[in-house]
């Protein structure tokens, strides 16, 4: 059974920093691109981050670059998104997906509030 499951989000005050983690299974994960996605209140999906398999690569959004952080563990199938200086305009609902030419997998996505 595939399965992506986020975590790590919560509340953080802006210009704080947070890592979520998004952890595989049910798939040869290193196989796959890998992409954090997020999604705010009455606005499309965005793709905000992704990183090619074995990590050769990786791509940002330029509302987040020089922000946030994507990277790989293999060994632990899992991927993880930095974000440092955030804003509240950062507030969404944030999902992993999982790329393969012959697949797309989702996650359900952790709520991320940047608020004082």
């Known amino acids: 059974q595939v399965q992506l499951v986020e975590s790590g989000g919560g509340l953080v005050q802006p210009g704080g920093s947070l890592r979520l983690s998004c952890e595989a299974s049910?798939?040869?994960?290193?196989?796959?691109?890998m992409s954090w996605y997020r999604q705010a209140p009455g606005k499309e999906r965005e793709l905000v981050a992704s990183?090619?398999?074995?990590?050769?690569?990786?791509n940002y959004a330029d509302s987040v670059k020089d922000r946030f952080t994507i990277s790989r563990d293999d060994a632990k199938n899992t991927v993880y998104r930095q974000m440092n200086s955030q804003k509240p305009e950062d507030t969404a609902v944030y999902s992993c997906n999982a790329r393969h030419i012959y697949a797309n997998y989702w996650g359900r996505g952790t709520q991320v509030t940047i608020s004082s």
């Open positions: 049910g798939f040869t994960f290193r196989n796959y691109a």
């Open positions: 990183i090619a398999r074995g990590g050769s690569s990786t």
